[in-house]
């Protein structure tokens, strides 16, 4: 079967540095997605990675190991906006999204 | 601005009732998804559609219905044989299924079913 797995929750201080894991087992590998998602709303786009290595975004870089079925989404000077859950989703060979259960980042002053 | 408007955001209704949610975007996107999220899991995919008049079963498909007769709007119905409807559900578009194409989404239709 296909399967994401996400921590369900992690907390971190304002102004500090986090990093929330993410492994899959997909049928295939056609792109790796993070998603951002406060609660009560739609999710918004952060990363896509499709080949290994960083992807820096201001604030939020991601990272991608094909070979190890993992990925990592690393957000830097947290503030207190930054509190949200965060979606991991890999593409398999239908090219379809594989979505994880998301990860509930609570941020502390 | 564009964007993907989904309508009611709350939706409450009676068991053996079929019931619509409106998905619109004005994005000029050909792919269109229905999810749906339920605490704890991840979005699960109910249909999606590439092209107007075409539309393939997702993950959870029983239970919905769908049609995609303009480009820009997706409806999706909740049948009464859904066993359990109650749920968030997320419409979603993108410029294409594959390329690094993000998908786009809606507010959301949170459904109450009682």
């Known amino acids: 079967g296909q399967n994401i797995d996400q921590p369900t929750e992690m907390t971190a201080t304002e102004g500090a540095i986090v990093q929330i894991n993410c492994t899959y087992q997909t049928s295939g590998f056609n792109g790796l997605f993070w998603y951002q998602q406060h609660a009560g709303e739609a999710p918004t786009f952060l990363s896509y990675?499709?080949l290994d290595g960083l992807e820096e975004k201001g604030r939020f870089s991601s990272f991608l190991s094909r070979s190890k079925g993992y990925s990592y989404l690393l957000l830097k000077e947290l503030q207190m906006k930054d509190s949200a859950s965060y979606l991991c989703a890999v593409r398999d060979s239908n090219y379809q999204l594989i979505w994880g259960a998301g990860t509930k980042l609570i941020i502390k002053p | 601005d564009g964007g993907i408007t989904q309508s009611p955001k709350y939706l409450f209704r009676k068991e053996g009732q079929n019931v619509t949610l409106s998905c619109e975007q004005n994005?000029?996107?050909?792919?269109m998804y229905w999810y749906r999220q339920d605490p704890g899991q991840g979005l699960r995919l109910i249909y999606y559609s590439q092209i107007v008049n075409d539309f393939q079963k997702g993950d959870i498909a029983e239970g919905y219905s769908v049609s995609r007769e303009k480009k820009e709007s997706f409806p999706l119905t909740v049948t009464s044989a859904q066993k359990n409807p109650t749920a968030f559900y997320l419409c979603?578009?993108?410029?294409?299924?594959?390329?690094?194409?993000?998908?786009?989404f809606g507010p959301g239709t949170r459904l109450t079913v009682t």
């Open positions: 994005l000029n996107h050909d792919a």
């Open positions: 990675n499709v």
């Open positions: 979603a578009s993108s410029i294409a299924e594959t390329g690094a194409y993000e998908q786009y």
